[in-house]
């Protein structure tokens, strides 16, 4: 029995197999799994079979043309394609893992012209209406499901998982408003769950009885017209007795406006439903959503939740994930923080997914942190997430890195946003840092502010310095009541009951939300205040699970300003950006744009409406979150001193939409290459 982790390490015995483990690396799509890219797959899932995963779902294929996401999407439903697939099943194996294929028919979510559904009713979140399915539309797709799943037996698969959530084809044909069906697929419930039941049946069928099939089953579909609770235990039984190995959770269609996985979603948010319907089957069952560290997961299988933790975009941040957490090394844990920056906001931008805490994530055959045989003494300014990974990959190379920073505390900017409410994950991204600077022998020397001559006698320099505030200069900014954002996070200024925030970037609506609470205001990871401000109920309390909802006003009276016509936030992130929105509408915060700012004074902030006359919002404080400039004094000066041998990462290299992510990727593939 494993000391602190007991329940995650204990081996979970299918009958005819046995996985090592209870953790699930969750279906995830890469990118990868579209086209010729076996060679980049099978690497980047054997690092994760190698960290000790008990099984891998791959991202979703679909079973036929009319089935694909989008274009072109992953598909298996060829013999030929089956035995590509080789290269990874026979990777994974090889490592010592298991790995199931996750079948996946996009339904009426697809991007594409000749997708169908149960009924001709098109989704709100994509542009084509789908193409109704005849009764032999509707076998032809089960058969389709059956083939695949049997390809990916021949392919090597232990199993694979048929995506029944999310709002896909087979969630599709359950709930009404999307299946108006008068056949023998629509009308009474056991009519409308027979499509799902029949694919497992058959499937079941079709590929034996020592193959794991997995039903990834909407367990809270999270809209208004969403299955019942009834319905949902009714479904769970049918699949168990078709023929499932295991039920795996979904948490809400994709058209919800609910979050289910961003940063402000607490840990574990969502575990209670899976225990209600672990109590009507005996397969086992798999929660998941923000489960992001092993004594969260352990937690949540001692609580006796659920049989087995599905964790996906943890593992994209650190394949090593189980073999750290089993031997006792959880704190070198590179956690994912839910931002979806790089992995989902990549995916609906058609880019390839990466991690921004594991730049390597995807990439695992092209960015290598590979020993140097020539070992420099180099010099890295600025302990930012910029510096902190050029110095952490440096020294894993075996250079000798001397890091500095004028602050008392690693970090930079991250001690700033991991004060925003909702983005508390940073704190286990300074973490990690901070035990990586201390396992690779970096020699951190902090409030050092570094002049040029402190540098002499380095190999390389490394100038991570970030940024400064822009200065918006706009007239009367010099009163007293106008403060930055830095004012108002790093040196905590008091701040009165109205505030009018100029700039809506990602620092403006940070702020906005830093101000909307209390600090004294209950956790931010309360689960309980978090269902009730989003609407989350028991879907045996409201079908969907979803009530009206209750988010708490904003303490106080807020007006973002930005200068552009158009949506607030409108650069946020793909995925997260309605929700920030959202969270501040509800809140109460008034949300400007398209205007010029004319002057601040003692009775606030006076701006012209581009030809529509002038407004004064008033004010006890103005917050300036204008954007930020490259702080390039250091290396202004050392560029004529060292040369060539000055390298400029970060923040101050380029201001202009800057996050972390573009910091980390662009240190880290420097100093692979030092
Ligand atoms: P910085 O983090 O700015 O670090 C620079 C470091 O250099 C500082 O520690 C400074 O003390 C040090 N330094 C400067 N000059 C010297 C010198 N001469 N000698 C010694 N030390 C020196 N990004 C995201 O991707 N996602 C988010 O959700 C997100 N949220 C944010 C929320 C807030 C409130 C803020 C302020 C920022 C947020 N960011 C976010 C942006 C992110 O923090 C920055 O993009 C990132 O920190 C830039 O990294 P950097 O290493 O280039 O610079
Ligand atoms: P930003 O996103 O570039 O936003 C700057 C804001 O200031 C804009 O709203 C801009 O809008 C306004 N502005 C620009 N120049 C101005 C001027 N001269 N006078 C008045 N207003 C001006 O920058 P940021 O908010 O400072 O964030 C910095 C970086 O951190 C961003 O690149 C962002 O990606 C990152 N970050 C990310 C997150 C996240 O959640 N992913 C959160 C925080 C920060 P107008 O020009 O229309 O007025
Ligand atoms: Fe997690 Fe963000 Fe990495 Fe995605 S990009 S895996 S959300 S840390």
Not at 172 to 188: I, Y
């Amino acid at each position: 029995m494993h000391p602190v982790y007991p329940k995650l390490f204990e081996p979970l015995d299918l009958g005819f197999t046995t996985i090592d483990n209870r953790i699930l690396m969750g279906s995830m799509h890469t990118g990868l799994e579209d086209g010729n890219n076996h060679e980049r797959l099978a690497a980047y899932y054997c690092e994760r079979a190698r960290g000790g995963v008990g099984l891998i779902v791959t991202g979703g294929y679909a079973p036929n043309i009319a089935g694909w996401v989008k274009p072109f999407a992953g598909t298996l439903a060829s013999r030929r394609a089956a035995k590509k697939h080789k290269t990874v099943t026979d990777a994974v194996h090889d490592a010592g893992g298991k790995i199931a294929l996750q079948i996946l028919h996009a339904g009426r979510y697809a991007y594409h012209p000749f997708n169908v559904a149960p009924s001709k009713i098109k989704s709100p979140i994509t542009p084509f209406k789908p193409w109704a399915l005849s009764g032999r539309g509707v076998e032809r797709q089960i058969s389709a499901f059956v083939r695949c799943a049997v390809l990916a037996r021949e392919a090597g698969y232990d199993g694979v998982e048929i995506m029944g959530s999310e709002g896909y084809l087979i969630n599709e044909f359950l709930v009404e408003h999307t299946n108006k069906r008068t056949d023998q697929w629509g009308g009474s419930y056991e009519n409308r769950m027979r499509f799902a039941l029949e694919i497992v049946r058959r499937t079941r069928a079709a590929v034996g009885e020592d193959f794991i099939i997995i039903y990834r089953l909407s367990v809270i579909d999270l809209i208004p017209a969403g299955s019942s609770w009834n319905e949902v235990v009714q479904l769970a039984k049918g699949i168990e007795a078709a023929g499932a190995t295991i039920i795996n959770s979904g948490i809400g269609w994709h058209e919800a406006r609910i979050p289910t996985i961003a940063t402000s979603v607490p840990r574990a948010a969502f575990t209670w439903v899976t225990e209600k319907l672990k109590q009507e089957v005996s397969v086992p069952v798999i929660t998941s959503n923000r489960i992001n560290m092993p004594a969260v997961a352990e937690q949540v299988l001692a609580d006796g939740h659920a049989d087995m933790i599905s964790m996906a975009r943890p593992l994209l941040a650190d394949p090593e994930f189980a073999l750290k957490a089993k031997n006792n090394r959880s704190d070198e844990i590179n956690t994912c923080i839910a931002c979806n920056q790089a992995c989902l906001d990549h995916t609906f931008s058609s880019k390839m997914s990466s991690c921004l805490v594991n730049p390597r994530a995807c990439h695992e055959t092209e960015l290598n942190y590979l020993a140097t045989d020539k070992k420099k003494r180099i010099a890295v300014v600025g302990a930012g997430p910029a510096g902190l990974t050029a110095s952490m990959v440096l020294a894993t190379r075996g250079h000798f890195v001397d890091l500095y920073d004028a602050a008392a505390e690693i970090g930079g900017q991250l001690n700033m946003a991991k004060l925003v409410p909702g983005k508390e994950e940073f704190y286990e991204m300074l973490r990690y840092f901070e035990k990586q600077i201390e396992l690779t022998g970096v020699n951190l020397q902090l409030g050092t502010m570094v002049e040029p001559a402190m540098l002499n006698g380095y190999d390389e320099v490394i100038v991570a310095t970030g940024v400064n505030p822009r200065n918006p200069k706009i007239p009367g900014q010099d009163n007293s009541r106008v403060l930055s954002y830095v004012d108002v996070l790093r040196h905590r200024a008091n701040i009165g009951d109205r505030v009018v925030i100029i700039g809506a970037g990602g620092i403006g609506f940070d702020i906005a939300e830093f101000l909307m609470h209390s600090e004294s205001s209950p956790d931010a990871q309360n689960t309980d205040l978090w269902m009730s401000a989003w609407g989350v109920t028991d879907p045996a309390d409201a079908r969907g699970g979803v009530v009206d909802m209750q988010f708490p006003k904003s303490l106080r009276d807020i007006t973002l300003l930005q200068r552009s016509e158009g949506k607030l936030g409108a650069k946020l992130g793909k995925t997260t950006g309605w929700i920030h929105r959202s969270s501040l509408k509800h809140a109460g915060v008034e949300m400007r744009g398209g205007l010029s700012y004319e002057a601040i004074s003692d009775d606030g902030v006076k701006v012209s409406l581009n030809g529509a006359g002038e407004e004064t919002f008033p004010a006890d404080n103005v917050i300036l979150c204008a954007g930020q400039v490259p702080n390039r004094t250091l290396y202004d000066n050392l560029v004529d001193q060292l040369g060539a041998n000055v390298h400029l990462i970060g923040g101050a290299h380029e201001a202009s939409e800057l996050d972390a992510k573009r910091a980390i990727n662009q240190a880290a593939r420097l100093a692979a290459a030092l």
